[in-house]
Every structure is written in C-alpha cells, then in structure tokens.
C-alpha cells in the first residue's frame, strides 16, 4: 500500500475532500501533518481494513531503568523519579518530576519540588502555570504543609498559584530525565509506531497530549504506568514547553 500511495484507500478518502468541519480537532491535525510529512494512509491506518499487531514492550526495558536509579549518586542536586513514589499521608511524586535535593542522610534524601496549583484541583501539582505537566498528586495533608504564593488569573480566567512540597523519599530516583526518555522512546515505537507514523512531541502543545495519549493508549494494551510515561514524554517535549 505505501508503494502505490495507498490506492485502494484513496478511491474514495481523499485530503483534498475531507470536511474538516465534521472532523474532531486533533484528526483535523493529524491529516494536516501527514500532508506535510509525505504519509499515505496506510502509515497511520493500519489498523482500519486489517487486523492491527498487538505490541508489547519487553519486561526488560523497564527493569533497566529501575536498574539505572541504584547508581544515582549521593550528591546528586536534583534527581528524578523513575516511577511514581508514594510518600505516606502526603501523596505521590510522579515520574520525571524534578526533585531538588536538599540533604541526603542514611540513604534518605530530603527533596523540595516546585510547580503550580490550579484554583478548585489544589490536589495536583503541576510543572508550569496554564500547562497541566503533572509533577505530583496531594492528600489533604499534603496540601496543607505547601509552601504557597498567591493566585494570579491566566489569560482564560484560570486562576493559578506557585507552591512548593519539601519532603523526605528514600525511593531509588535518577539523576537526570534522560534514561526516562530512552525508556519512553521504546515505548513509543512499540505502541505507537507499531500502528502509524511516529509523531514527534513538539507537533502538539503540552495540554492537548492528554487526550490525545489516553485515547490511543486505549486502542492497545499498554499498562497505566507505561502510558503516563509515555504522555509525560510527550509533554515535556511539546511545542509549547521551554527546555532548560
């Protein structure tokens, strides 16, 4: 089908006769990207006249990152989770947060992480104001020993605050994102790319991987932990975030 341009498909679905006003905003998106990058239909359709593969990712991926947090070293400044850590009566740090180590002792390390809270969802942590990049999830405990600024409204009436949590995890983290991303990247060629084109990260903005990750992830059997990596990946690589 890619060497004769998805012909069979084409006989009747054509870009030039789609009516983008009855298509759902991120199918309107994609079409205007596989236009640009070339794609025939079969790229992303596999799945539509012929029964879609059923990918897995070998155990043995994820046990080398988790392998990889054991060598973090003592002094590390900031580490990263490599999965969620829960802290008891506080809530959980979620994957690729970053954690500013500010003591380590006994194989514990005291950490501060700092992001934004949305007024009416103070339970959640997020890494930047107006971008919903999950850093850590609270109880009410937990969102009662913040450390909080005061709210100042985006340009959409949303209303956000900066807070920081310092708290104490003795849970194996990363010293830095990339394994994270290495790991994350396998997992996109095999639930993803297994199915259509690749997309990279920066073709949609931060807010919009979301629904768009979780309405993939439910065509395939990818884990729930597997799935927030993957769409923290995509996240903290859309077009929309500024990297350090």
């Known amino acids: 089908m890619r060497e004769n341009d998805s012909a069979t498909c084409r006989s009747c679905h054509e870009f030039s006769a789609m009516d983008t006003f009855e298509q759902r905003e991120e199918s309107v998106k994609m079409h205007e990207y596989a236009i640009e990058q070339s794609l025939t239909c079969i790229d992303c359709h596999k799945g539509v006249a012929h029964f879609s593969p059923q990918p897995e990712l070998d ?6 990152l988790l392998e990889q947090a054991h060598t973090t070293p003592e002094d590390a400044e900031n580490v990263y989770p490599a999965e969620a850590i829960l802290i008891e009566g506080v809530g959980e740090l979620r994957p690729a947060a ?8 006994g194989g514990k390390r005291l950490v501060e992480v700092s992001g934004y809270q949305l007024k009416g969802a103070e339970q959640l942590l997020y890494k930047e104001s107006g971008q919903r990049i999950l850093l850590a999830t609270l109880t009410q405990n937990g969102q009662a ?3 909080k600024g005061n709210y100042v409204a985006d340009e959409y009436g949303n209303e956000w605050r900066p807070a920081s949590l310092t708290t104490e995890i003795e849970a194996p983290v990363l010293e830095s994102q990339n394994p994270i991303w290495a790991y994350a990247d396998e997992l996109d060629k095999v639930y993803c790319g297994t199915c259509h084109a690749i997309i990279p990260g920066h073709h949609f903005a931060a807010n919009a991987w979301v629904p768009i990750a979780k309405s993939m992830g439910e065509r395939t059997d990818i884990s729930s932990q597997n799935l927030e990596i993957l769409t923290l990946y995509f996240q903290y690589h859309a077009k929309d975030v500024v990297h350090d």
């Open 98 to 105: 970053q954690l500013k180590v500010i003591a380590y002792q």
């Open 145 to 147: 020993i913040l450390n």
């Open 59 to 64: 155990n043995a991926a994820r046990e080398h």
